[in-house]
């Protein structure tokens, strides 16, 4: 008979939390630097996106495939490759001479979006943790009088 454990669950759904909780500060430092024409480097600010990626136990630990699995982390944070807005601003302390700002190409629609999706993202892996948690608890009842 095989042994059942509920920790892991626990755990990765710990490590979606983790994982979404520095998801959706990447996306706040984005909103933040929306407006911000010049970076501690002299440079125009670049969005910032956070990659998933799997976390696997080591080959030699786990012997089923599905015990592999061991949640998710946060593999890297990117710079988005899209170029910066220019928006025509004569005036700025920034502008080129043609009157251009380079703005960071940030738009506060998709990062709502995305922020929107982390928040849903994190409910859900309390939801499964609570729900893990839950089922521990049952099952320490079986057999009491």
Same mark, same amino acid.
């Given at each position: 008979m095989s042994e059942i454990s509920l920790i892991p669950a626990i755990d990765i759904s710990a490590s979606g939390l983790t994982a979404e909780k520095t998801r959706m500060e990447v996306i706040a430092?984005?909103?933040a630097n929306a407006e911000t024409t010049r970076g501690p480097d002299g440079k125009v600010f670049r969005r910032r996106e956070a990659i998933f990626a799997a976390r696997l136990s080591d080959a030699l630990e786990a012997e089923p495939e599905q015990d592999r699995l061991r949640g998710v982390e946060v593999r890297d944070i990117l710079e988005d !490759? %899209?170029? !910066?807005d220019r928006k025509y601003r004569p005036g700025h302390p920034d502008a080129d001479s043609e009157g251009y700002v380079e703005l960071p190409n940030i738009s506060p629609i998709e990062e709502m979006v995305d922020m929107i999706t982390a928040s849903r993202a994190y409910e859900a892996n309390l939801?499964?943790?609570k729900m893990a948690k839950e089922m521990a608890? %049952?099952?320490l009842e079986i057999g009491k009088p």
């Open positions: 430092n984005n909103v !490759p %899209r170029p !910066p939801a499964a943790m608890t %049952r099952a």
